[in-house]
Structures are given as C-alpha cells and as structure tokens.
C-alpha cells in the first residue's frame, strides 16, 4: 500500500475547524477517489499539531488523488494550518488487530536509515518488533512507513485508547532501541496524537 501523510501545525484554538473540513468535505472528495483505500486524523489539541494520513491501493491512485487534493488542501485547514508538509510512502508492514476508537491514542517514531540497509530495516521490524508490538494490551494497529530512496521511516503503533499508549512507553521504547542497534536505524522524533477518525480497508 502506498501512504500520503499531510501534518500541520497551528494556533491550537482552531484546530476543530480544520478537523471539521477533513472530515467532512475532506472525506468526501478522498471517498471520490479511485484506489482510495482508507483514511486517519490525528490530534495533538494542547500543541496545536494535525496528522491526516490517506491509504492507497497503488502508487499511481496516490498520485493521481494528489492532482486533486492539492487544488483543495490550503482551503480545508484553514485558518488552522501555520505549517504544511506533505510526504508520500510506502507501507511495507501493516498489522491489524483490532478496530480503532475516536479518542484513542496514535504514536508516531520518526526515523532514518542508510538506503542501503532499507531491506535490512523492513525484516528487522518484521521479524524483531512487530512480535512485541503485538502483544501490547490495547495495540489496534502498527505500520511500518518508508521512504527506501530518501532513507526515511515511520512506525506508528495506534491503541484503542490513550490509557493503554500510555502503558505501553516503556516497552515500545525497548523494541526501539533493539531495532536501532540491530538496523542501524536513528529515531530523530517521537509524537503522540489523539484519534479523531481511523478506518482503513485493506479488503
């Protein structure tokens, strides 16, 4: 599956009205699109940070919805968005495991690794951390996101609620920290959303 993220920050007492628009005139326009797999919105409310993620069946879809969306974009978040940036990947692991709840929690680990070594970071994970992921209590879903030319990944571990991301801390952190030594891999950030919508179909 192939993956747009579109992550925007803001002034935190507008943040609904952007929320909103995704979700509304947002969907409907995504929905419209063919090879249109599914949809995410994520919230950090107290800082101000929207995550909006869109699944596609191909890479082609992906750029094809994009031709679109961009004509829409700016006007959907505002007067929110202060800051935009969009990224395409590749989902190479995704793992379901039970539904997602609105109000549940999203954590995200930024990361890079040589280009080289991207086959070596996909079975790391593969075969090292989603095994411990998965026995996490409350785990909904965990994905693994690369750039394989630009060296750059995304693993995002979503829970049913935040209660259970909270718990969760120490032992993801373990599984972090073994995957960076067995791959080589660098986390350069960690964030924490709340979630507002997460439905993907993968049928």
């Known amino acids: 599956m192939f993956v747009r993220t579109v992550y925007v ?7 609904d ?12 326009l995504l929905e419209e699109r ?3 797999l599914g949809a995410g919105v994520f919230t950090d409310h107290e800082l101000g940070k929207l995550l909006a993620v869109s699944w596609w069946a191909s890479e082609q879809a992906r750029g094809n919805s ?3 969306m961009r004509q829409h974009r700016q006007a959907l978040l ?9 990224e395409n990947m ?3 692991v995704h793992r379901s495991l039970r539904v997602p709840r609105m109000g549940g929690g999203l954590r995200v680990s930024r990361v890079e690794f040589d280009p080289a070594d991207a086959a070596l970071f996909e079975e790391t994970f593969r075969s090292t951390v989603l095994p411990r992921l998965e026995t996490l209590p409350g785990l909904a879903r965990a994905a693994l996101l690369v750039d394989r030319e630009r060296g750059l990944g995304r693993v995002g571990t979503l829970f049913v609620d935040r209660a259970s991301m909270a718990a969760s801390r120490a032992a993801q952190a373990a599984a972090r920290h073994e995957a960076a030594a067995k791959a080589g891999v ?3 950030s960690l964030e924490e959303f709340e979630v507002v919508h997460a439905d ?4």
């Open 9 to 15: 920050t803001g002034d935190p007492a507008k943040i």
């Open 17 to 28: 009205t952007a929320v909103r628009a995704l979700n509304t005139e947002g969907r409907e």
């Open 34 to 36: 063919p090879g249109y």
């Open 66 to 68: 994009d031709t679109v």
């Open 78 to 86: 505002e007067p929110f968005a202060g800051t935009l940036a969009v």
């Open 90 to 92: 590749e989902s190479v």
């Open 186 to 188: 660098r986390v350069v």
């Open 200 to 203: 993907v179909h993968l049928g």
